[in-house]
């Protein structure tokens, strides 16, 4: 393929409630999507992308005015330079962008922009490029941290009511064990997790192993994004299996945690590794080692939410992700929207790995729009 110009669409979309995690509430979600043109034999086809930074380096170090940066000085000119001698394909992206030092959701943007374009040429979906059979996955929903216990309780009886089959709460010292045993007296039998975003260190290992008495499925990241070895420690301090997400940003810091014991599930985000290949390569690794994964989510629109909901039948995802309904955040998508039906979303089957947004919801949320030539 030959790429001709790029448009870099800075979106802003209200979110239907404020999400609040213990790193951050909230109200509007800033998304950066690519809308990549390219010839492939002779043909022009638009691919999209999607890229989960938020617009503040407080879930990791990227941030929306930070990947337009590195797209624009870095990754683009690369790839334009690179197909003057080599055919360009999605799985030669990351080679050819290696040099660039992390920046991995960015990088993850450019590379599902590129593979949607080969993919919708190839008149493939991204769940037959997979090798996915399954036809629907199974919908969790993740709640943030609540003013109240009675408003949490509400907040969860609405998506208990809406299908969702797993609820992820958001925890943090001092929103713990009152609101998790209040929603665990409520539903004994529901499939539960808590989700800590890095906000514990190892000092609270007593406090964190009272979530035990709570029959949890997972405990996610309780401790910061570096403390791999600190998650080993606390996981023999507690039943509860230890998940990691913000720790995991490869497949080589997979292999890592696995080796020392720091996960015993691993939350599979496509953007946070690097990409949708990175990603497989991560739920192989894992599948081969017996460790369950799951696929989280940014908030994604209908973009990138297809292409979860894709990744997630592959047969290593054994438990529910994030991957909700589009008005668990949107009341209206940029796309046609994904909804839950008894507890599952259906996995698209149409050429391509991103859902293609309506051109009339796409502009109306735009806020800027950055274009690059080839
Ligand atoms: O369903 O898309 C979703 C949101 C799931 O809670 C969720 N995501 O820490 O996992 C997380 C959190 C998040 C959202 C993190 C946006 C970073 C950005």
């Known amino acids: ?26 109200t509007h979600r800033r998304v950066l999507v690519l809308e990549l043109h390219a010839h492939i034999d002779g043909v022009e086809v638009v691919g999209w992308g999607e890229c989960g930074a938020l617009s503040e380096p407080v879930y990791s170090e990227e941030y929306t005015a930070g990947v ?61 490029y997979l090798g ?14 609540q003013g109240s216990i009675p408003q949490l309780l509400d907040v969860v009886q609405g998506y208990l009511d809406a299908g969702y089959v797993r609820l992820k709460l958001k925890i943090k010292p001092g929103w713990d ?27 609270d290992a007593n406090h964190l192993a009272k979530l035990d008495e709570f029959n949890l499925l997972l405990i996610e990241q309780p401790l910061g994004e570096d403390d791999m070895r600190q998650h080993a420690e606390l996981a023999t301090r ?10 995991v940003v490869s497949a080589t810091k997979a292999a890592d945690a696995i080796a020392m014991g ?42 990138g939410r297809a292409a979860n909901a894709a990744l997630a039948g592959m047969p290593g995802f054994t438990l529910p992700g994030d991957i909700s309904a589009s008005d668990r955040f949107y009341a209206e998508d940029i796309t046609e929207p994904f909804v839950i039906e008894d507890g599952f979303l259906a996995i698209p089957r149409e050429p391509g790995l991103a859902r293609v947004p309506d051109a009339g919801r796409l502009e109306a949320a735009t806020v800027e729009t950055l274009r690059v030539d080839a």
């Open 177 to 203: 064990l009152d609101p998790v045993r209040a929603v665990r007296e409520a539903h004994p039998d529901t499939p539960l997790q808590v989700d800590a975003n890095a906000a514990y260190t190892l000092v």
């Open 262 to 303: 720091a996960a015993q599930i691993i939350n599979i985000k496509p953007s946070r590794v690097g990409g949708y290949l990175e990603a497989r390569r991560i739920h192989d690794l894992a599948r081969s080692h017996g460790i369950a994964v799951w696929c989280g989510g940014m908030l994604e629109t209908g973009i």
């Open 238 to 247: 507690m039943r509860t299996p230890m998940c990691l997400d913000e720790s």
């Open 132 to 145: 996915v059979t399954r036809e629907s996955v199974p919908s969790g929903v993740s709640i943030g941290i």
């Open 68 to 128: 337009i940066d590195v797209m624009t000085t870095y990754l683009f000119p690369m790839l334009f330079e690179a197909q003057r001698t080599t055919p360009l394909t999605a799985e030669t992206v990351a080679h050819h962008l290696e040099r660039i030092v992390g920046h991995r959701m960015a990088k993850a943007a450019v590379e599902m922009a590129v593979l949607d374009a080969q993919l919708r040429a190839a008149g493939t979906s991204f769940a037959d």
């Open 1 to 26: 393929m030959r790429i001709t110009h790029v448009a870099l669409r800075t979106l802003e979309l209200p979110l239907v409630a404020p999400f609040t995690t213990s790193f951050s509430t909230q």
